[in-house]
């Protein structure tokens, strides 16, 4: 019974040690939102600034957008779909004006806002009128504010 005393306690000390370094990595990672009702959204990015006062004068002719502060920078965005069709169309809207814009997807859980958005969407994929295109941005932008931001 001795002799397999000692290799059971340095098993056990082994496997304790290793445990303790694998959560501690575990840790210092950054922690996602796990939701049965989170969703991924498209959202169409303006721009990356470094101050939230350069962000806010080249801001200024979009009547709503909203903006994400990651690493340091402001992410301004113009535009949120469900869908990537929409994204696209949303996308050429701005370019047909004259701004050039990027697409992120990012994963949204607040259930009231994509239910709202799906709303949208539905708008947004029967029309192909630039003022329509517009309103429906600023409508979705404006309840992102209401019920998220």
């Known amino acids: ?13 082994i496997g304790v040690s290793m445990a303790y370094f694998i959560i501690r990595q575990y840790e210092s990672m950054p922690a996602l939102a796990v939701s049965s009702e989170a969703e991924s959204l498209y959202y169409v990015q303006r721009g990356v600034y470094t101050d939230i006062d350069s962000m806010k004068d080249n801001m200024k002719e979009f009547t709503h957008y909203i903006y994400n502060v990651e690493d340091n920078n402001y992410y301004a965005y113009i535009g949120i779909t469900t869908n990537k069709e929409n994204a696209l169309k949303i996308q050429n809207y701005y370019k047909s004006i004259g701004y050039d ?33 517009k309103v429906i941005c600023n409508q979705v932008l404006a309840k992102y504010e209401e019920l998220v931001g």
Not at 1 to 10: E, R, S, W
Not at 114 to 125: A, G, P, R, V
Request: charged content about 35%; glycine content about 0%.
């Open 101 to 133: 814009t990027f697409l992120k997807d990012k994963i949204t859980d607040n259930k009231e806002f994509i239910n709202i958005l799906k709303q949208y969407d539905e708008l947004l994929s029967k029309t192909d009128d630039t003022e329509s295109i």
């Open 1 to 13: 019974m001795k002799k397999y005393m000692f290799p059971v306690v340095i098993s056990l000390i």
